[in-house]
């Protein structure tokens, strides 16, 4: 018992000096505390994920809606697209202006009365009459016969329209001597000047709607003219006759038409493809065509 008592007081005297003074207890209100700061921690975490989980939902979402990207093949060989596409812009502008030489001669013969060189009339011309084309193809739609004047117009159209319904920018950018030259000229511009112009976006917009008015524009005037009346002008005098006065229109140019084709051709040098961008209503035609 001695024993035992020696040892109780030799305990309360180390913890006396040790300073211990009984088990601690929190004070009022810290458990609380430390509850609320858990539960936020606790609400933080669930957040996180469940914004994680919206995230990685709406990235399934996104790539499940986005088109497959086209994968890029690299060439190993060399490419001749180039050079074959200016093989066929130089032939094509070669053969337009044999064309143009020749119906020259041909009204030259018929001017003169015989007394030049007697040649026929090339058919290739009426290429260079697209609405005529376009009063063909109505009068075979509605009258379902085929034109007898010129029909070389409509196989001509028919061709390109096609063209360009398969093989998208063919025509325009391998075969229309007019794209052929507005290319030529801003490159010119670009090689002269070491750059090209950028139009105002909002002058941009407006002006490359202006090509589909002038389109709208005739589609809506020859939608308006009946079969009959196709077939009146087409054999008309006057229609006989259109494509030399549309060749006498570049022979006798006149002060305004003078100064506005040199406005076309400055703009093309500064601006690419101005007229082909901006008011070419057959480059609208064909882009509707292969929308």
């Known amino acids: 018992?001695?024993?035992?008592?020696?040892?109780?007081?030799?305990?309360?005297?180390?913890?006396?000096?040790?300073?211990?003074?009984?088990?601690?207890?929190?004070?009022?209100?810290?458990?609380?505390?430390?509850?609320?700061?858990?539960q936020i921690d606790v609400n933080q975490g669930a957040f996180a994920r469940s914004e994680e989980r919206t995230?990685?939902?709406?990235?399934?979402?996104?790539?499940?809606?986005?088109?497959?990207?086209?994968k890029l093949v690299r060439r190993t060989d060399r490419d001749y697209s180039q050079q074959l596409r200016l093989g066929f812009q130089l032939a094509f502008l070669a053969?337009?202006?044999w064309?143009?030489?020749?119906?020259?001669?041909?009204?030259?013969?018929a001017e003169t009365a015989g007394r030049t060189r007697a040649v026929d009339r090339p058919a290739g011309v009426e290429g260079w009459l697209p609405i005529a084309g376009l009063m063909q193809l109505k009068y075979v739609i509605v009258a379902h016969q085929w034109p007898?004047?010129?029909?070389?117009?409509?196989?001509?159209?028919?061709?390109?329209?096609?063209?360009?319904?398969?093989?998208?920018?063919?025509?325009?950018?391998?075969?229309?001597?007019v794209g052929t030259l507005s290319e030529y000229l801003w490159k010119l511009g670009?090689?002269?000047?070491?750059?090209?112009?950028s139009l105002p976006r909002w002058l941009d917009v407006v002006l490359r709607g202006t090509k589909y008015v002038l389109l709208a524009f005739f589609v809506y005037a020859v939608a308006m003219m009946p079969a009959t009346a196709i077939a009146g002008f087409l054999s008309d005098p006057y229609g006989l006759i259109v494509d030399v006065r549309m060749l006498n229109f570049f022979r006798f140019l006149g002060g305004?038409?003078?100064?506005?084709?040199?406005?076309?051709?400055?703009?093309?040098?500064?601006v690419q493809n101005f007229w082909c961008r901006y008011l070419c209503p057959y480059g609208a035609l064909m882009g509707v065509v292969r929308c």
Do not use: H
């Not at 096609?162 to 229309?176: D, E, P, Q, V």
């Open 1 to 38: 018992m001695a024993a035992q008592a020696r040892e109780s007081l030799k305990g309360r005297e180390q913890m006396a000096v040790s300073g211990y003074r009984g088990p601690s207890t929190p004070p009022a209100g810290a458990g609380s505390a430390q509850d609320d700061i858990l």
């Open 55 to 70: 995230a990685a939902g709406e990235d399934r979402i996104a790539k499940g809606n986005a088109r497959p990207k086209k």
């Open 95 to 97: 053969l337009n202006v």
């Open 99 to 109: 064309i143009g030489v020749q119906f020259y001669q041909w009204v030259r013969w």
């Open 148 to 177: 007898t004047i010129r029909p070389a117009g409509l196989f001509l159209l028919a061709a390109f329209l096609l063209m360009s319904f398969l093989l998208r920018k063919a025509f325009c950018s391998w075969l229309c001597p």
């Open 190 to 197: 670009r090689s002269t000047f070491r750059r090209n112009f």
């Open 256 to 270: 305004t038409a003078a100064f506005v084709l040199l406005g076309l051709i400055v703009a093309s040098i500064f």
